[in-house]
């Protein structure tokens, strides 16, 4: 059996409180933002 691996996805949106659950849902949309503008003009291979 392989060994533990190493858990790369966490929900950041399980949380109560609202301006706490506001301000993680906007800081993933600007991570996501800045990945996608950092990858233009790249050509990802085929699979």
Do not use: H, R, T, Y
Not at 17 to 32: C, G, R, T, V
């Amino acid at each position: 059996m392989p060994k533990e691996a190493e858990i790369s996805c966490k929900n950041v949106f399980k949380c109560e409180d609202k301006s706490a659950l506001k301000k993680e849902f906007n800081q993933k949309w600007i991570e996501l933002i800045n990945q996608l503008e950092k990858s233009k003009g790249q050509v990802l291979p085929v699979k």
